[in-house]
């Protein structure tokens, strides 16, 4: 709340101050409120202090705008809101306010509840004002809303929970009952639903307080749910809704129904509007007038009715009716609900004349005769999935030419791909192989122009990329370790197996690029080559051929340099790359090209930015403002600000769904993973360069209003990058340091960051406890508790890991870096609850669970060390330290681990000290043996930092990573025009070092990539490890 | 393929396609919020089969207010187009054509007079494809934005105000031919040094004189902006640094 609300209300009431309750002094209140902006911590609660006393003593301020006042100066204290200010808002709509010209008054107090989250007080202050206004309707739907919010906020073990479910429920069927029984629109009854948005809500209310399928099922059969009569009313989204219903509770038979309904009646509305505008189609041919002749009987019954219907309804249901015949979510909805009738042949046929009709009946836009084409493809698969004999040659043949044609209509259109990627991943191998010819042999033809010939080419390559990356493109037979590739029938040992001016102003001229295609399939092939593919845990140097990265990079390089970009996938997809091999600040410049701010952070931030503290600590400073500033910015206005603010707008103008939808957005925003995991990159950052986050994070704004219980959401939007493998697997899954944000990992890093706030705190140093043992004790019991509550908070998602960890088929959702790093926190949390539950006296013995966790933490701390010592072992002498680059995240889990142990050895040091002499001796020997783990750690780490940042920075650096990646083409003993023999002779290499711009182009690739080492590494060494 | 449909808080997340695209603009929360919260009818999106947004387009009901009457530059009832977006992969598709229709379906239903927008005068593209849809060009508005696209040296870049006719102005009162001809007058610029000023310019704006207000980021402008909003009547556009309002009377 913004200061100037007291002001004003100070100065629109100056003029009747006599007028407010004595009770409650205003001159206090006026008092509290200027303290509540000063310094001292009394100042600043006493506003707070003294609404507390008004409730205890079960005072009512009788004046709205002290109640405001107090509202602005208790922001931010903390305080519960619906046992403060919530509570005084009650208290005065329930004694104070009175009907008439002070309504507002009392919306007011409901909307503060609203946007403060207190549902409680709201619901009671809509209930009250629902009985005072009974010829409103805006109190009466606000108090069904707020029923119905309430309901679904209470705990199952509430009983209020189902009592306000039924008096949603019940409320609503009333006020559509009134609706019903009302002819006239006009005449509705003040608490009759009246707008759509109170049909969404009531539709919304029934269908979610309905507890089981049966009973929803049941509901959906009712008049009330007639679907067709909503359309005809006008109300589109509400028939989309039941639309939807249906299809969730399997309702086939009455969805097919609808449709065909729907599309009798919504052609005759989209013939009427194509005769509005125009006379008979030239074009038509004798069968298509026969069947326009046939439509206009329809027509002229619709035109009958405009008896009944007046004119402006009779709009409103043409114009629905339109809209909803041509929305492909409906026909998806129908194609599928054809699927699964009996008589799926038949029912598939008549929506199969629809489209017919459809296509040939009205004068279609680009957009829906390609919809036209997609339904027949989708009902064409739809056969073929619900036929038995599944090698039907006939729909095998038909699939294939009207995939075929499909791509030669729409080759120039850059969705074309994507369109089809469903359906082909769909295809039999068979299948698969006559598609690709097919396409070769279009892609041939001599009437095509070269642009079409070179996009039909592209497009394939691209199809015949997405079948290499499917299991489909392999066969093992029994006994044979090795699979076989069904397309060329090689052996494939690692994995599954790329100046014409006119053609370059055709390019420019299109919004599609054929060599940024062929650039993006020919370096995914080389990354996966490399080493990298779907079921990488993280950095695995030893497995990495850096070679083929340094190739894809520079022929990505040189692509980039050279031509304009006809879209965002070439720079996310580089800057994702170059993050990978440590080279951070090209990687940033690349990304801040793209504008990803405010509301985009939230989906596409973390492609950048997740596990950014690790490889690049030296982006942070130990104060001032840190990389994760716009995240947590964009969180504070949207969940504190913007959101109650629009749903305050919502309710006003009666928009429910609005305002259930900006509820449901704040909660979601509220459980993202981007939010709780950009925290925590900031406080790993500034812990690195020695500085301390600005909150506990326990006291963290935005951390604060988390609910452990709720799933954490993660919405990372991979659109950006292009995808060309098959479903589920992502190009992001094959060129991210390790796996995606997940539920488990930001529960898990949460957990760590609350773990090491409690560790990390210190007394003042001029703290002085008169009895030191006790406050002592006190303390190890206080450790104790919170520890305790922490661990058993860690154990659910950390036991997630350890059983992905040990099961192959469950997807890894941590790095095997991070996954050593949590192992390491559980067992420091174990060991800090041990310490601090155990016998405080010299010879206590130490828990048997105990005796090994320290050896266990020393071992993880070793595993950790002797992987990142592992280099691939075919690399020269001359790069092996270059290559530590794209294994920074390694070193960064390491040293957050060293850092977590050094803490925690340092807390129980703190722990013994007060009390020396009673503390357990074992506790003592712990210390010592954490603190040496820790300094051997950042020892290693040390070392690390020197040596990448000598190799990054020696002379002589550039010639030899030249010579590595391309070894005899750059020192001139090979020549690109001699023609290899074979692959093995460097066929490929040879053609790389073309695409990459030969000795220039690959030397700018190189360049760039040493420059921005030689940056990382300085970063690196404002690290703080003593 | 795609489908159209009401907007979801949720789309924000999948609005990548569009937004990574330069020319469209990326705003706070609390912009397409408001349309949400206010008219979640007119914000209306172009979803594709994996749920990504692929377009967009952002409108709302309006009307000058009351007082404002007597001025020649009194906008009725009327319905506006604030964004319209589609993803560079999508276009030549017709999903533009699609959202502007479903846009002024809704701008009849709720009564409005005419549709109208702004665009660049530059934007040539843009400016067939909404003649092709029916728009006609009202007036150029001078200045109307802070920055030229074509000229970094240039004060602002003019805008044309184009409108159409809904199914209520059957007489089609509110368009007119050669709207190119007809200028938005602009003769005075008042640059605000202090937030004190602002009792000044809410005084000049009810007289019946034209005003652009350059307004730098002063402690104040939150207010104006309030202030201006509430109003109704006057349109803003932002560059760093600077903030121009343009008042019209």
Redesign the interface.
Known sequence: MSSKIPESNLRLESGRVSHWSSDCDVAGAVENAARSQLDTPADQRAALLAVEKVIRESDVIKDSSTIDLYDWACTGLGEDYSKTIGALRLSFVKSAWKPGNANQEAFKSFYACVANGDWENAQKIAAIMDQKLPSESRPHFSNILAYYVLSSRLPVTDPRKAMFRTLAQRLTEKAYGLRDNTPNSKDYPPRAIATEEEMRLWLKIQVETRQSDSEARAFLDKPECNALKHLSEGHVSVFKEIMSLLEQHQVWEALFHISQELFDRGLEYLIEAQSSTESEPDSMTDSERKKHEAMKVIQEFTASRSEELSEVKKAAEARAFRSAVMDWSLWKQFIGAAVQLQDHKRALKQLQNFVTKVSKSAKLPSIYKKQMELANLLILFGRSQSNTSTSDENISESRINHLVAFVVANYNLVSCFDDLKPYLEQLSFDETKVFLERIGQEGEKETNDTFQNLMLLTLRLRFRYLFTSSPKSLSTSAGDASSRCNFCQNIVQDGPCFSNRDLRARIDSEDVDPFADMTIIGTTCLLKMAGFGDERRGSTMESINLKLVLWALSWLNAKYSRTPQKNQALPVFMAKLYLLVGCVPHAKMLWDTLGVKNVTLDSLGPLFSDRLSTIAPGMWRPTGSTPMYPYHKHYMDAIRQNIPRNIRTSLELGNFTSTLGLLAFQDRLTHSCTMIVSNVEDRRGIRAVGGKPGFDAKDDPLLRLIDNQKEFVNVTDNAALPNHECDPATLADIISIGPGLSDTRAKLSLFTEQFISLISYKEPKDFKPIKPAQVAELERSYIAQTAQSIHMNFATPFLRCLNAATDNETVPVLTDSEFHYFTTINFLLSHAVLATECQWNKSAPRDKRGSTIVAKIAAQIKYQTTSLALVREDTPETTRALCHFSNLHALGMLRESALAVKLTAGFLERLIAPAKNDAPKWLAEDVKALQSAATEANDFVKKRIKALSDAANTSGSLDSISEYAFGGLIDGSKSVNATPATAADGELETMIFVAAGQHAGFENTIGEILDSWQEVAKGWNTVKLD | ??????F???D??????C????LTE?????F???Y???W??MFIVA????G?I?GYVMGKLESSPAYFKQSPHYLPWHAHITALTVA????????G??LTK?LE?EG??GDAWFMDLFVRKSNTRAINFYKKSGYSVYRVVKNYYGDDVNDPTADGEDAYDMRKSM?RDTKGQHVRENGEKHAKMRTKRTSLEDPNALHNVKKQSRRNTPDVIMLRRLPGW??LKNWINAEGDIQSTHDTGTTWYLLED
């Open positions: 393929m795609v489908t159209f449909r009401r979801r808080p949720d924000l997340n999948r609005i990548s396609m937004n990574m695209d330069p990326t705003y706070d929360s609390s397409y919020l408001q949400y919260a206010k979640p009818g979803e594709d089969d994996s990504n692929v560079p992969a999508y276009r030549r598709s017709g999903i054509g699609v479903r379906e009849d239903v199914k939150r207010m």
